[in-house]
Nanobody, 127 residues
Framework: QVQLVESGGGLVQAGGSLRLSCAASGRTFNNYAMGWFRQAPGKEREFVAAISNSTRFTYTYYADSVKGRFAISRDHAKNTVYLQMNSLKPEDTAIYYC??????????????????WGQGTQVNVSS
């Protein structure tokens, strides 16, 4: 099992940037594909971005709503995955959750509570 702790959330004006971090504990971090979801008030948790676990070939996936603005990356040596968020919009306001996929990326866009989840970090974007 892996424990995930997110950080980097906060309040930013529209058009600004934030970088979220997700620190993973455990020696098996490199075995897991990783990702980010978000949940706005009154809405379901939705997929944001995912990254493969390979150290040779990195594959990334994005929701259409963030493509071109957000970038996911990971540092295997630091057991950390990042989400760089640029050109933020008020509709990006949500709690952002880090996720580890123990069964790979076959259903990465779907919310699966049996994956490993962090506690979330709040992102607020003001207009």
């Amino acid at each position: 099992q892996v424990q995930l702790v997110e950080s980097g959330g906060g309040l930013v004006q529209a058009g600004g940037s934030l970088r979220l971090s997700c620190a993973a504990s455990g020696r098996t971090f490199n075995n897991y594909a990783m990702g980010w979801f978000r949940q706005a008030p009154g809405k379901e948790r939705e997929f944001v971005a995912a990254i493969s676990n390979s150290t040779r070939f990195t594959y990334t996936y994005y929701a259409d709503s963030v493509k071109g603005r957000f970038a996911i990356s990971r540092d295997h040596a630091k057991n950390t995955v990042y989400l760089q968020m640029n050109s933020l919009k008020p509709e990006d306001t949500a709690i952002y959750y880090c996720v580890a996929y123990p069964r790979g990326l076959s259903n990465y866009r779907n919310y699966d509570p049996s994956n490993y989840w962090g506690q979330g970090t709040q992102v607020n974007v003001s207009s």
